[in-house]
């Protein structure tokens, strides 16, 4: 699957998003182990039990056993494109084998683009290699 087909499906997820309290709805498509996965953010009347999109599609592409993530693409309505929070490059940065490697685009309905690598924005993340041994 090209990145144009992967934009299309972000666009296409961001119309599965929940959001009445923002009103900011979020898609993203990502390729994980060879595999496409699709997600939207779903709010909650408790303001802090909501999910991003990115983080219900690596989610989804975890429980399907697909565990290695190669490109993310989010969808919003925002201009300039925004970037994925805090909170996703965390949950995205552990699935990543190399972090140089995968590439973050953010796009907009006017066409716009935004591109990063994930290590770009979450460089020196907390990747776990510092927790006792097991
Ligand atoms: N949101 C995402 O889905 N992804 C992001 O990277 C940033 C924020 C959602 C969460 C919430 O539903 C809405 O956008 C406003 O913050």
Redesign the pocket.
């Known amino acids: 699957m090209s990145k144009d087909d992967l934009v299309g499906k972000a666009i296409e997820a961001q119309r599965g998003?929940?959001?009445p309290?923002?009103k900011?709805?979020?898609g993203?498509a990502i390729r994980v182990s060879g595999q496409v996965f699709t997600?939207?953010?779903?709010?909650n009347a408790s303001y802090g039990l909501?999910?991003?999109?990115?983080?219900?599609a690596i989610y989804a592409a975890v429980n399907h056993g697909a565990l290695e993530l190669q490109e993310v693409v989010?969808s919003?309505d925002a201009s300039p494109p925004?970037?994925?929070?805090g909170?996703?490059r965390q949950v995205l940065l552990e699935f990543a084998a190399d972090p140089a490697n995968v590439t973050v685009t953010s796009v907009n309905p006017a066409g716009e683009h935004r591109s990063w690598t994930l290590a770009q924005l979450i460089p020196d993340g907390f990747n776990g290699r510092e927790l006792p041994p097991t």
């Not at 909501?50 to 219900?56: I, V, Y």
């Not at 925004?82 to 929070?85: A, L, Q, Y």
């Open positions: 998003a929940y959001a309290y923002s900011f709805r979020v993203a997600g939207a953010n779903i709010e909501s999910m991003c999109a990115e983080r219900t989010v919003t925004s970037s994925p929070c909170a996703c």
